[in-house]
């Protein structure tokens, strides 16, 4: 078996080349006696106390074999023996399909169940509401950004890809599963840059999400399944807690299996799966603001004086002030560096935010979402009173511009005085920015936290509540605060069979390869039932 060596650091101006040679100094072999040698992680560690340097985690396979290896591990530190998980398998179904499985919804759950299905020859039909990824396109930059024309079908979140398809790409997550690889491996596969496989905190880049979208739904079409754009699922069929039908527009749709990844904004079909008698339930969800610096800033707090060096990227971070909000945290969410603030309203009228950046991320800003987490049982626990909070938010957030679309905004000195911002107003956010009083648009329990904590912040990161830091607000789609319960080994409603809720919008996942893995896993449970048609 191979092994892996652990914690290997090069220093900036260290080529990679060095590797094999440090490697074999750690086995306390010659560099000959390697055989093969592969990166398996790459980390740059910034903390202080050192200049900045990158750490590697290398997998190697000596000479002499299994003996060598147990020789090696006996004289090494950071250095283990590696198991290779074996492939999942499980047994396919008998049962005969009663339709072609039917998703519905083609974000990162949705498509990465529809690739599974169709990859293993069940056709699989995906009702998407919004437009493919060109018109979509087109929608976004030209009619909403240059016209302020909103469409509330075809926008930063619906239409081919999902919210995924315009965020930052980032497919780091805290998930621990053997499934990981396999949803980075697949990104690859339709265009992603391979590093992913091995950076710590890899990520795609929103300028290259879109094509590799395109690719995987043409390998799906390929294969045989169906994807089928400005398909709204207006209503479910339900009798004996069995799902029979969906209503698409004017079309009743017969239907057997369906993964429902309908993504957390989708607002309207969350109403429909409650009128329909679908079980919600509320779920914690954050909320809180955006908060954008200058790029160079964040670059010399996180590597003084290596900030600028050409092998270094833009700066992260990754920030918490405990207690912050009574007992919750107010803690960095999805930090973009080089980034830009998008708007991800579902419905007119309302401004929310989220991040973004391309893969280079080149960009003047970095921003970041500052949270807090959300107890639905101080809201009174309807699964729908987090939705609620939200849009009063995000409709308080679209009055303070002037209906205009254009972000509000406060720089950060100004808001722990108490006092308005004037002056030039630089942000990365398309639309533009007006400057409001961001106190008057979230809750309270929000203003309490940051009042507390971006002190504390600073404390860390020095001018990180400084004039220089614009808040602006809304950040209020970081999480769903609906789930629609499911059976832990079944995968479908608690109430109503045929009905697999997947991904972001069900509750169950966090993220673009999250919300992957947990779409196939579903696909999975109906290929563990049923036969191919």
């Known amino acids: 078996m191979p092994l892996i060596v652990r914690n290997i650091v090069l220093a900036l101006d260290e080529p990679e080349e060095v590797l094999l040679e440090r490697v074999a100094g750690r086995l306390n072999v010659p560099p000959a006696a390697i055989l093969r040698h592969a990166i398996a992680r790459r980390s740059l560690d910034a903390r202080k106390g050192h200049g900045p340097q990158f750490v590697y985690s290398v997998e190697v396979a000596l000479d002499g074999g299994g ?50 299905l169709a990859e293993a020859g069940y056709q699989p039909i995906v009702l998407e509401r919004g437009r493919d990824v060109r018109n979509r396109h087109r929608d976004i930059m030209q009619r909403f950004y240059r016209d302020k024309f909103f469409d509330p079908e075809s926008n930063l979140l619906y239409g081919e890809g999902g919210a995924g398809t315009y965020s930052d790409g980032k497919v780091y997550t805290r998930v621990g599963s053997p499934a990981v690889q396999n949803v980075l491996a697949i990104l690859v596969r339709f265009g992603a840059d391979p590093d992913i496989l091995i950076n710590a905190k890899p990520h795609i880049g929103s300028d290259r ?131 830009t603030i998008l708007p991800t309203n579902e419905a007119p009228g309302l401004i929310a935010t989220n991040g973004a950046s391309r893969a280079s991320r080149g960009g003047p800003f970095a921003n970041s979402g500052l949270v807090i987490t959300i107890d639905p049982a101080t809201l009174g626990g309807d699964p729908f009173s987090g939705l609620e909070l939200q849009r009063r938010c995000e409709a308080t957030a679209f009055a303070a511009t002037g209906g205009s679309y254009a972000v509000p905004a406060q720089r950060c000195n100004d808001f722990l005085a108490g006092r308005a911002s004037d002056g030039v107003l630089a942000t990365s956010y398309p639309l533009g920015g007006g400057w409001a009083a961001i106190a008057d648009i979230v809750p309270e329990r929000v203003t309490h936290a940051l009042m507390r904590g971006l002190p504390m912040l600073a404390e860390k990161l020095p001018g990180f509540d400084g004039p220089e830091s614009i808040i602006t607000a809304p950040e209020s789609r970081a999480s769903a605060s609906v789930r629609i319960p499911r059976d832990e080994k079944t995968r479908q409603s608690v109430n109503v069979r045929g009905l697999f809720p997947i991904g972001e919008g069900a509750g169950y996942a966090g993220g673009i390869v999250s919300a992957a893995i947990d779409g196939m896993h579903s696909a999975e449970a109906i290929m563990a039932r049923y036969r191919p048609a």
């Open 209 to 339: 999400l879109p094509t590799i979208c395109w690719r995987l739904r043409t390998h799906i079409e390929q294969l045989g399944g169906e994807v089928r754009f400005e398909q709204r699922v207006d209503d479910f069929e339900i009798r004996d807690g069995v799902l029979t039908a969906l209503q698409v527009g004017e079309r009743r749709e017969p239907v057997g299996p369906v993964l429902l990844g309908i993504g957390h904004s989708a607002r309207d079909t969350y109403q429909r799966l409650r009128a329909a008698g679908v079980t919600l339930a509320a779920k914690p969800f954050q909320l809180g603001v955006r908060i954008e610096h200058p790029q160079e800033l964040v670059n010399r707090w996180q590597y003084g004086t290596a900030a600028g060096h050409p092998k270094v990227p833009p700066a992260d971070y990754s920030l918490v002030a405990k207690g912050a909000g009574n007992g919750s945290d107010l803690f960095s969410f999805c930090m973009c560096p080089g980034g």
């Open 67 to 116: 003996a060598a290896e147990l020789r090696a591990m006996r004289r090494a530190r950071n250095v283990e023996r590696i198991d290779k998980p074996d492939r999942r398998t499980f047994k396919r179904g008998t049962e005969p399909l009663p339709q072609r499985p039917v998703v519905v919804g083609f974000g990162p759950a949705g498509m990465f169940a529809a690739l599974l």
